[in-house]
């Protein structure tokens, strides 16, 4: 009795089908990846972004004193009191932000005691920054951009009467 058997073209067809769909699922799969990791990356740049943003906010808000250390107002120095539960006082500290290679920085100093917590502090991943104080108008304008183009953040403070 002769078994039926698949010819040599019935077995190259099946077998080129077969890889076909096989590239195709591929394609599907590394396409899927791919806009997964640009919107992780969005999200991301984003998120830094906004944490750069609310973190100068939040700096700003709790300045008693701001001082513009030159005639463009893009720099200025940030004069904070903190209540310190340890020391049970109150201590001075000043805050300035920089970008250095992309990095957002704050530069901390203590007043009352130099030695204390100082220095610089990694705050994000940026892309730009702009900080301008004006002086005579009372407020502080904040724009921060990530590496995303959905990422720039602008946002203007009141900052009423201060010393």
Same mark, same amino acid.
């Given at each position: 009795?002769?078994?039926?058997?698949?010819?040599?073209?019935?077995?190259?067809?099946?077998?080129?089908?077969?890889?076909?769909?096989?590239?195709?699922?591929?394609?599907?799969?590394?396409?899927?990846?791919?806009?997964?990791?640009?919107a992780y990356l969005d999200e991301k740049a984003y998120k830094q972004a906004s944490h750069a943003a609310l973190y100068i906010e939040? %700096?700003?808000?709790?300045?008693?004193?701001?001082?513009?250390?030159?005639?463009?107002?893009?720099?200025?120095?940030?004069?904070?009191?903190?209540?310190?539960?340890?020391?049970?006082?109150?201590?001075?500290?000043?805050? %300035?932000?920089?970008?250095?290679?992309?990095?957002?920085?704050?530069?901390?100093?203590?007043?009352?005691?130099?030695?204390? %917590?100082?220095?610089?502090?990694?705050?994000?991943?940026?892309?730009?920054?702009?900080?301008?104080?004006?002086?005579?108008?009372?407020?502080?304008?904040?724009?921060?951009?990530?590496?995303?183009?959905?990422?720039?953040?602008?946002?203007?403070?009141?900052?009423?009467?201060?010393?």
């Open positions: 009795m002769k078994r039926p058997a698949f010819t040599l073209i019935e077995l190259i067809v099946a077998l080129a089908i077969a890889s076909l769909l096989v590239a195709a699922i591929s394609m599907i799969l590394s396409l899927n990846l791919s806009l997964t990791n640009k939040d %700096k700003v808000r709790r300045a008693y004193k701001i001082e513009k250390n030159d005639l463009s107002g893009d720099k200025f120095t940030l004069y904070i009191s903190s209540y310190n539960k340890d020391k049970r006082a109150f201590e001075e500290s000043t805050y %300035k932000f920089f970008l250095d290679n992309k990095v957002l920085y704050a530069l901390v100093s203590n007043l009352d005691t130099p030695s204390d %917590k100082g220095g610089e502090v990694r705050i994000c991943e940026l892309e730009y920054l702009s900080l301008k104080y004006d002086k005579k108008n009372q407020y502080v304008e904040i724009i921060v951009e990530g590496k995303s183009k959905n990422s720039r953040i602008e946002t203007c403070i009141n900052l009423g009467e201060r010393e």
